[in-house]
């Protein structure tokens, strides 16, 4: 339990400070018979802090709990 708080806490600031990322996938563009064109897609993936900073708090309890026993 004492290693699962540790591990909630130190994802709960990562993703406090890194808030999103973004990825590349191919998308075609053009296709004509053996003439194919594509593009880099960027994707991105974001989430609020709000997030990270409750899995800290969730990491503090489970931490917390185990001591506690």
Known sequence: M???GIVLIV???ILTIVTSFKFFTKEKVIDIGALEVTADKPN???WSPILG???I???GVVL???KKQ
């Open 57 to 59: 708090v969730v990491g």
């Open 2 to 4: 004492k290693a699962t």
């Open 44 to 46: 991105y993936v974001s």
């Open 64 to 66: 917390w709990q185990a």
């Open 53 to 55: 900073i409750v899995i």
């Open 11 to 13: 994802i709960g600031i």
